[in-house]
């Protein structure tokens, strides 16, 4: 398995505080991306990043921001969660090209009561 | 935005059975890949098809590409209760260095 650890796992908060959610890859892989995995839309990109503190919008990147300060870890934050923000968020993998493998963590759930 | 779209949404099949599942996207790409995902875990990669392929296997798996239609299927040949899970296909915009965009997905159930 690709070594892939996404923290938290779970977590439950309130609307209007803020949430990071941190992606830590040990394959030293160039591109790194943030999904949301929602019923009745799939998977959709919010964030991704081709090199320390090269990042780029997706999708769906209204009130994400990102940031990738070493190769191993991007960090994807919530400024101000809304109910609209509870999803089932993954981290992604690839190497060489974006079109490439993606290789997948194991997904962090945020409720926002 | 480009997108792949499964068909159908939901599969029920007997234990033993060929499972198929469909994809559509609308631009041309450079290749074309399948996920799975078991339920509550990440998505694994299945099996990726290049443009300029036809058809690819991998194990019990089979895949088709016309990009003359812009489709792909999935077959999942003598189905176990172990492949119960979604599967999603995945495609880029086949021009630049474009993250992968993935459709809603095929739910397969497979009953032993």
């Known amino acids: 398995d690709a070594g892939i650890t996404q923290s938290p796992r779970h977590k439950v908060t309130e609307t209007g505080t803020p949430v990071t959610l941190r992606c830590h890859q040990t394959?030293?892989?160039?591109?790194m991306y943030w999904y949301r995995q929602d019923p009745g839309h799939g998977l959709r990109l919010i964030h991704y990043?081709?090199?320390?503190?090269?990042?780029d919008k997706g999708e769906v990147s209204d009130g994400y921001s990102v940031s990738r300060s070493k190769t191993e870890d991007f960090l994807l934050t919530l400024e101000s969660a809304t109910s609209s923000q509870t999803s089932v968020y993954f981290c992604a993998i690839s190497e060489g090209t974006t079109f490439g493998e993606l290789f997948f963590g194991e997904g962090s759930r945020l409720t926002v009561l | 935005s480009q997108q792949g779209e499964e068909d159908p949404q939901a599969l029920s099949i007997q234990e033993g059975e060929n499972a198929t599942m469909n994809c559509s996207y609308k631009?041309?790409?450079?290749?074309l890949q399948w996920y799975r995902q078991n339920s509550g875990r990440g998505l694994v990669h299945l099996i990726l098809?290049?443009?300029?392929?036809r058809e690819k296997h991998s194990g019990r798996l089979r895949v088709t590409l016309d990009t003359s239609k812009k489709s792909s299927s999935l077959l999942i040949t003598a189905s176990r209760a172990a492949d119960t899970a979604s599967y999603f296909c995945a495609t880029d915009a086949g021009s630049g260095n474009t993250p992968l965009v993935f459709g809603k997905g095929t739910r397969l159930s497979v009953i032993a």
């Open positions: 631009t041309s790409i450079n290749n």
């Open positions: 098809i290049r443009s300029n392929e």
């Open positions: 394959e030293n892989h160039r591109y």
């Open positions: 990043s081709y090199g320390v503190k090269d990042t």
